[in-house]
């Protein structure tokens, strides 16, 4: 097994809907990237017994936790507790690329 | 609760060990920040049942994980799964600053 990337060779980009691809999964966590373009977001929704946060990577987005929303940019960690619902919406003019880990992972 | 940080906000410095924080703890997931001066380094140990990994915020280190040793720099996820050894030493002559996450959190 290969335990080293970058998560620059992963990026990517659709027109239609946000991209997203998982960089790693384990028994206890998965480990995401998703890359916004422009006016692209991700609905308000929340992880049932699951923890979550993102990590700005590059660019700036408005998010939402529970009743808090606020701008967030490189550097930046937003963190999503369990059951708390969260999102997010890429209003500004360049891409927007978030590392992603929940624990424990989605269910397939 | 405060759902954001930025981790330049957090980072730190000790002379004689690597600086270490947590930024966050839910009940399935603990995220931390490391910051390894120049020599510094965190010895080659084992999460039992806990998933975790590693991503370079700044700098370059050199990092062993299970039989694989490399060095990776900013951007760079380290991934360390359950049960596996892993360890890092800052070999270069900048701080070296690491995002951490392991699921489910380390006891108290």
Known sequence: MNHFLNW????GSQAAKFYKTTLWQGEQMMIGLNCLEPNHRQDTHAHQGADKFYFVLEGRGSFIVGSEERDADEGSLVFAPAGV????????????????????????
Chains 1, 2 share one sequence.
Do not use: F, M, W
């Open 85 to 108: 619902p969260h999102g997010v919406v890429n209003n500004s003019t360049a891409r927007l690329s978030l590392l992603v880990a929940i624990a424990p992972p989605p269910k397939k």
């Open 8 to 11: 620059k060779e992963r990026a």
